[in-house]
């Protein structure tokens, strides 16, 4: 039934109050116990009970005020918030009437011992602590009933019509959170069957109905225009299929993460969630070899660069769930920094944690954390990433990117760690930027010094690479850039309607990232499976539609042309590279042609003077005779090709 505007206005001003003052509770309660005092006395004097001295009354009231005054203080029953009156609220009132009866019955017995009079009747002071204890409580109850149902209709436009996909134990456990949570979220419409294709059964008084039809269709039968998958049985293909179709007919989708305690009502009613992009994934989860990965890093020391990067930040919180011996942080970003030590010290692992300031280009810095703490295993994953950047700034490109990861490399090598592993990206397979070609030079560095020590037969560090592509919601990923052209309403700005890229979790990726760096054996490139190639034009409609909103109609999407340096599609093998299969499924070694060190590195101390000259042309020329294939795109180095 629809509540009137000027109803609805009044229910939210009582709603915006938050709480009433202690005293003033306390000050109704005591008046409840005044009141409740008279109720008895009527009630015997009614039935012609009265053994009681009139000049005793006065005090006996006081002596009932004063005792009851007492117990509130101690059992703190006017402290609470009224209108989340819970059974504990109910059982300090219950303990704190049965105190002020026993202490009472006890005082009026000692007088009646010494005096041989009786304060009051035993009788009358039951009755009237029963009826305190009854209008205390009740007082609570009404306070909380009305303000539910103030907060029911002040909300009942703004409730989440739901139905609940799914009718075994995980449902259930979804709907009586959803009915038991204050303030109210949802409103629960029904359950959708998916094992039945008619059915005329309910579920807590609430309809169930058999999967007959399309999904949407039968949530808008339920009259709802949401629907919540509580449905553990569905493969990731059925859960993506029915996402999308929702979608289509602008159904929000919402779902409750599988490590949640079922148990636990707050809990399960907190943690429904809006569906994420991640979730449509065409992917299946990865595994990983977790007992090889352990045996490598339990008890080591670690060390992990651009540790306060997207990417870095989560090897640093993975592989703390080993529990190394020493978990070395290296990052130039302070705040960033700051913050992942403050949450990783909170954790179980039982790592020490060592958080440094520095930058990879600075040489005798990165040489006294290697001669301080001799790490075992080195994650190389500080970098710049962005595109358009490091094409306006290609000596930054060359400083960090390449001589950063030589200068790791290198001192792997002289403080004799077992292993390297180096976080590389899909932008270095024929390169058309900056960027791509930086980290195909560092690379190529990485896989020389790897095959000379081979050839040498004298070292034990195993230099390792692992590539892959776009990372959702890493720092520079186009979902936290169109996230927040969605909050500010549009537009959404794509560079190019036909533009494709591949896309993983950043847990997958460096789930990925430890286990190829636990089974290489030094020199490889692995690269990982990215599953399908999605297009962004595709990824931008499913986010707008994820938050509810319909593309062009509520968020514009706007194409904005290629950046310079930007590929409409990006690879992860070279022209002349092959793959060889690993043990595990979506990790591949890729076949790369082995450059000569001597060369590599000599061309390296050329760009390093080159970039620290600032002669952006020539560095640039430079690198394209390090990496042949290097081609720019929309860039003025084009012009160099």
């Keep these: 039934m629809p509540v009137p505007n000027n109803l609805q206005k009044n229910f ?212 709802a225009n949401s629907v919540i998958i509580a449905d553990e049985t569905l493969s990731k293909d059925e859960k993506i299929d029915l996402i999308e179709d929702c979608l289509k007919y602008n159904i929000k989708v919402y779902n409750l993460p599988g490590i949640t305690d079922i148990n636990n009502q707050k809990k399960v009613a907190s943690n429904i969630r809006k569906i994420k992009i991640e979730d449509l994934l065409e992917r299946k989860p990865i595994q990983i070899n977790n007992t090889q990965i352990s045996h490598q890093i339990k008890d080591k020391v670690i060390l992990v660069s651009g540790a306060a990067g997207s990417i870095g930040s989560e090897i640093v919180w993975q592989v703390a769930n080993f529990n190394p011996k020493k978990l070395i942080l290296v990052d130039q970003a302070e705040t960033p920094l700051h913050q992942i030590s403050l949450e990783i010290t909170k954790s179980n692992t039982t790592a020490e944690i060592i958080c440094i300031i520095a930058d990879v280009r600075n040489y005798d810095c990165l040489e006294k954390i290697f001669s ?43 403080y004799k760690a077992e292993r390297f592993v180096m976080v590389s990206t899909d932008k270095a397979v024929n390169p058309s930027n900056v960027m791509g070609a930086s980290k195909r030079i560092a690379e190529k560095y990485v896989q020389s010094l790897a095959q000379k020590l081979k050839n040498e037969s004298g070292n034990t560090t195993k230099y390792i690479t692992t590539r892959f592509g776009n990372v959702l919601g890493s720092n520079g990923s186009v979902v936290p850039l169109f996230t927040k052209q969605i909050e500010n309403g549009g537009p959404i700005t794509i560079t190019h309607p036909d533009i494709i890229r591949y896309f993983m979790t950043i847990p997958e990726a460096c789930q990925l990232v430890l286990e190829a760096g636990s089974m290489g054996n030094g020199g490889e490139i692995y690269i990982f499976d990215m599953g399908k190639p999605v297009k962004i034009i595709d990824l931008a409609t499913k986010m707008i539609k994820l938050a509810g909103l319909e593309p062009e109609k509520d968020i514009e999407i706007k194409v904005v042309g290629l950046r310079p340096g930007e590929k409409l599609y990006e690879e992860l093998l070279n022209d002349s590279s092959t793959t060889l299969p690993t043990h595990h499924e979506k990790i591949m070694i890729a076949q790369d042609i082995h450059e000569d060190y001597e060369f590599i590195s000599s061309q390296i101390e050329d760009l390093k003077k080159l970039a620290a000259s600032f002669l952006v042309i020539d560095t640039v020329a430079t690198m394209k005779k390090i990496v042949p294939e290097f081609k720019s795109l929309n860039s003025e180095f084009d012009k160099l090709d």
């Design 12 to 223: 939210s001003y009582l709603r915006s109050i938050q709480y009433l003052p202690r005293w003033i509770i306390f000050s109704i309660d005591i008046f409840i116990v005044i009141f409740s005092a008279l109720i008895g006395y009527f009630i015997l004097d009614g039935i012609g009970i009265n053994i009681q001295n009139t000049h005793f009354v006065p005090y006996n009231l006081i002596l009932l005020i004063g005792i009851h005054i007492f117990y509130f203080w101690l059992f703190k029953t006017f402290t609470g918030v009224i209108r989340h009156t819970t059974l504990n609220d109910a059982t300090k009132l219950f303990f704190s009437e049965l105190s002020c009866f026993v202490t009472l019955y006890i005082i009026n017995t000692l007088f009646y011992v010494i005096y041989d009079i009786k304060l009051f009747l035993n009788t009358r002071l039951l009755i009237t602590v029963a009826i305190s204890f009854f209008l205390l409580l009740l007082f609570r109850l009404f306070v909380k009933t009305t303000f539910d149902f103030f907060s029911h209709y002040s909300q009942q436009n703004h409730f989440i019509n739901t139905v609940i996909y799914g009718s075994g134990e995980r449902a259930i456990a979804i709907a009586n959170a959803i009915i038991a949570e204050v303030p109210k979220k949802y409103k629960l419409k029904g359950f959708i069957n998916p094992n039945a294709k008619n059915s005329f059964n309910r579920i807590l008084n609430l309809p169930v109905i058999g999967k007959s039809r399309k999904i949407p269709v039968l949530v808008r039968v339920l009259g």
């Design 372 to 414: 301080d703490y001799t790490p075992d295993i080195v994650y190389h994953a500080a970098a710049y990433k962005h595109v358009p950047l490091m094409e306006m700034n290609p000596q930054q490109a060359i400083f960090t990117n390449v001589l950063g990861s030589k200068y790791m490399a290198d001192l792997s090598l002289k």
